[in-house]
């Protein structure tokens, strides 16, 4: 199986290739044409299996096809439970959404200064990649507005639960549209 047969975008296709990607993991190969099609997932594989490509290139696909963002509003967002693991993630969206016009990601997460969270949150935001505790302040001081989002990514939810999160989780979900696709990926799936 290739990336050509997941149904994903040429815009994509070609920043995979360029990223020097070949073929699907099989993590990517089970989730993304699921994801596509516009299924919530609960999927568990483990760290290094390409987990971030699986909820990244839908989501980005899905962004590709629409009218640009002309609104203040975000799109996707995806929580994680460490300022790394955002960094990584935003990362790899750069990557995976080079040939998207006009692509704007944002990263907010604790023990960084707010000052570029701040600017970054006053424009529009496609991607938006946060920690629960640093999301919260913002949502608390009305800097972002989250009831334009089609597509909430839990990346490695299971260490979000374990830190503590769940209410702050539980909050920031309540401020997202109930139509919203939702994608849960984790090292491990425990009850």
């Given at each position: 199986?290739?990336?050509?047969s997941l149904?994903?975008v040429p815009?994509l296709l070609?920043?995979v ?7 699907p993991?099989?993590?990517q190969a089970?989730a ?8 919530d997932l ?5 760290t290094g299996s ?5 909820f990244?290139?839908?989501?980005l696909?899905?962004?590709s ?6 609104g ?5 967002l995806v929580l ?6 955002a960094m990584q993630?935003a990362?790899?969206t750069?990557l995976?959404?080079?040939h998207?016009?006009d692509?704007?990601?944002?990263t907010?997460?604790?023990g960084?200064?707010?000052?570029a969270?701040?600017?970054a ?8 990649v ?7 302040d913002h949502l608390q001081a009305?800097r ?8 909430l990514v839990?990346d490695?939810a299971d ?5 503590g999160?769940?209410?702050?989780i539980?909050?920031i ?7 919203r ?5 984790s ?5």
């Open positions: 199986m290739s990336f050509d149904g994903l815009t070609s920043a290739q360029k990223a020097g990607f070949t073929d993991t099989s993590v089970a993304i044409p699921k994801a596509l099609a516009g299924h609960m999927v568990s594989s483990q390409g987990k971030t490509a699986a990244m290139l839908p989501a696909n899905r962004i096809q629409m009218p640009p963002n002309k203040s509003g975000v799109q996707v994680t439970p460490t300022r790394e693991l993630v990362d790899a750069k995976y959404g080079a998207i016009k692509l704007r990601i944002a907010v997460v604790g960084m200064p707010y000052g969270q701040l600017k949150l006053s424009r529009r935001v496609d991607v938006l946060a920690t629960p505790g640093r999301l919260i009305k972002v507005n989250l009831s334009t989002v089609h597509t839990l490695e260490r979000m639960l374990d830190m999160f769940i209410e702050d539980e909050h979900v309540s401020r997202t549209p109930e139509s696709q939702t994608l849960l990926f090292a491990t799936l425990d009850g």
